[in-house]
Structure formats: C-alpha cells, structure tokens
C-alpha cells in the first residue's frame, strides 16, 4: 500500500528519504496512467512504459502528462557557438548563422526591436555588429562589418540583386598601422548592377560625401555656393576705403542710398545666406597695397557685418578673407569694402556666397 506524505515538512521528508529509502526513490511501471482526483488540486508522478522502456512522467492539475528528464533535446549538427533553432519536438538544429524568415502572411514577419526607457541617453545601441579580429595586410578600409540587403526571386530562378551597408576602420586617406587611423571609420553603401556589388556612396571620417556616379537631387539643393567677380581701379586711399562695383569696374567711398555709384556697388541678395570669403588680387605697381580690411556690409550700412583682413605684400598674387559670423536675408543690399594701407591699383575680387535655396 502506498505510504502518505500528506502534512509532512521538507526536512522530514528529506530526512525519511537519507535514513528510510537512502537516497533512492523507486517507481513501479503503471499499467495505466493515474488519474487526477475529480476536485483535488494535485499533480501526479508516476512510471509508465514507452514503447519498452520505463520512464517517469507527471500530470498536473489539468490532467495534462509530460515526460520527465529523459535524453534532453537531440541536437541536428554541431556547429560551435551555434544558434539553436527549432526543428520538431525533441530536436533542434545547431544554426552556424541566424535566419530569419519573415512570413508574407504572417503579421509580425519582421524583426522589431524597440526601447521604452526615456532615461535622457543621447544615443541608445540597439544592434551592435561587432567585428574584433586580428590584424591583416589592409592600409584602407580595415575590418568591414556589413549589412546585406539580399532580393530573390523565388519563382523565376537564379536572380538575386544585393545591396551592402558597410563600416570600416581607417578608410581611405588613414592609415590603420597607427592609432588615429584606426579610431577612425567610414560608411560605405554598395548596390548591385547586373550582378556587380559595387561601391557608389561613401561617408569618409571628416564627414566628406562621394558618390560614384551622376548626383541627381530632385528636391533642390538647399545650400548652394555662388561666386561673384568683382574689378575696379583705384589710385587713392581714403580713410573708410573704397565699395567695390557689382557691375562695370567704377568702386564709390560711400553707399548712402539715392546715388548712381552706390546703384553699382549694390547685389540684393535672392536668399538668405552668408558671405564665405573674400579673395583679392592687385595688378598694380610700385608700393604694395598692405595691410587690407575686407568688410561685408548689407542695406547701405557702413559698419561691417563682419572684417578679415589680409596683409597684401605682393602684386599679382592672391589673398583671401575667410568669414564665419555675418548673414543676410532674402532682399537685403549687400555691398563689399576694401580699405587697404597703400593704393589698390587694379583689383579683382572674387566673393563666395553661401545662399540658402529653401528661403
């Protein structure tokens, strides 16, 4: 007759197992499996046969039987450090890669991984491809982790188009033998064109984008750079300079409004922007221009947006003024001042514009 353990402890249990049983506990192959008591939460182990082996097995309250222990899960391959994907009930399959196969019909045949915590982190990884590996002869491009976009068509044959998303370290113009090179990275996108993975857009460490074919920008540029010529001759050298001329080549000490002079010396800009640089050329002779204030004004305003000045020391030869904090808006006069130490002569600037298409 079974013995009843109803109402014990674990510690006499336990201790009825050592000194009763010695550590052992036997269970009788069932003819039949036991039922669970109508109205009892229980659960039940018992031995059964299976196909002429005897093996444990359990119910829970529901009455559902599972096998206990038993070999574990067999194992199709054995790739190490492999993926275990599922491929019956007691196998499954040593994957040396992970695919994911997106069912069309299926609602959630995509990969999605999303973060719920706002816990104010600037930038929050959630996929990290990580390529650590040893060295190798590559200068360039060291080290590619990619992503493959692969299309396939399934029912006319043999077709696949693939495109690549890839970093690198030390991309071209570094040098992975040294530290700065290789603390350094690149974007490199590659599409496919009648079979050939080739690389048509590249994001180098300086932030450079180069593309391998024909840029076509449908929606408009909106930051375009624009050059202007500008000449004059001048033989004097007034206190507050000379305005230089959009148009013909007389310049004009001032820019107060209602005058033909300063109608020459006057652009209305067609967008918002800024003036880049200033590069200035004197084809004079005798005593060099010198020391040179380059100032950028707007709206008949004689003080400067903004002045560079350059040390002119020598005749046909350029110099160039670099501008960083100045702006403009669309319909705005802008007028250019060159005050040098000694007589300019003939002089040719050449303005770069930075506007603003969208405005």
């Known amino acids: 007759m079974a013995r009843s353990f109803s109402g014990w402890s674990v510690a006499r249990l336990g201790q009825y197992i050592r000194d009763t049983i010695r550590n052992k506990i036997y269970f009788k192959e069932q ?5 669970i008591r109508s109205g009892v939460e229980e659960a039940v182990i018992y031995a059964k046969d299976d196909s002429g082996t005897t093996k444990l097995y359990y119910k829970d309250s529901a009455g559902t039987e599972y096998e206990i222990g038993g070999g574990g899960i067999a194992w199709d391959g054995s790739t190490a450090n492999g993926v275990a994907t599922f491929k ?6 040593a994957q040396p890669n992970l695919t994911f196969d997106a069912d069309a019909a299926a609602a959630d045949g995509y990969l999605d991984i999303k973060n719920t915590v706002d816990d104010g982190t600037t930038n929050r990884v959630m996929l990290r491809l990580h390529n650590y590996r040893s060295d190798d002869a590559d200068v360039n491009d060291f080290g590619p982790v990619s992503i493959d976009f692969d299309i396939e068509n399934v029912s006319g044959g043999a077709k696949t188009g693939t495109a690549r998303i890839a970093a690198v370290s030390a991309p071209v113009g570094t040098d992975h033998t040294v530290p700065a090179g290789e603390k350094s990275s690149a974007l490199i996108f590659s599409t496919m064109n009648d079979e050939t993975l080739s690389e048509a857009v590249r994001i180098d460490n300086l932030g450079k984008l180069t593309v391998a074919g024909d840029l076509q ?20 050298t007034p206190a507050a300079g000379y305005y230089m001329p959009w148009v013909y080549y007389t310049e004009s000490q001032t820019i107060a409004a209602g005058s033909l002079s300063t109608m020459r010396c006057t652009m209305i ?6 003036f880049i640089s200033v590069s200035v050329l004197s084809n004079g002779s005798g005593t ?13 305003d004689t003080t400067a947006m903004e002045t560079q000045t350059v040390n002119m020391v020598a005749f046909s030869t350029t110099y160039t ?12 006069a802008l007028h250019l001042n060159l005050n040098a130490t000694n007589s300019l002569d003939y002089v040719t600037a050449t303005v770069v514009i930075e506007y603003d298409e969208s405005t």
Request: proline residues 5%; aromatic residues 8%.
């Open 31 to 35: 003819t039949t499996a036991p039922d």
């Open 88 to 93: 019956n009930e007691d196998e499954a399959t």
């Open 217 to 236: 920008v449908d929606g408009g540029v909106t930051k375009a750079i624009h050059t202007f010529a500008l000449y004059a001759s001048i033989s004097a």
């Open 269 to 274: 800009a067609p967008y918002d922007g800024k």
């Open 288 to 300: 060099e221009p010198g020391s040179t204030i380059i100032g950028v004004h707007k709206n008949n």
């Open 321 to 332: 003024g670099t501008f960083t904090s100045n702006s403009f808006s669309k319909g705005d």
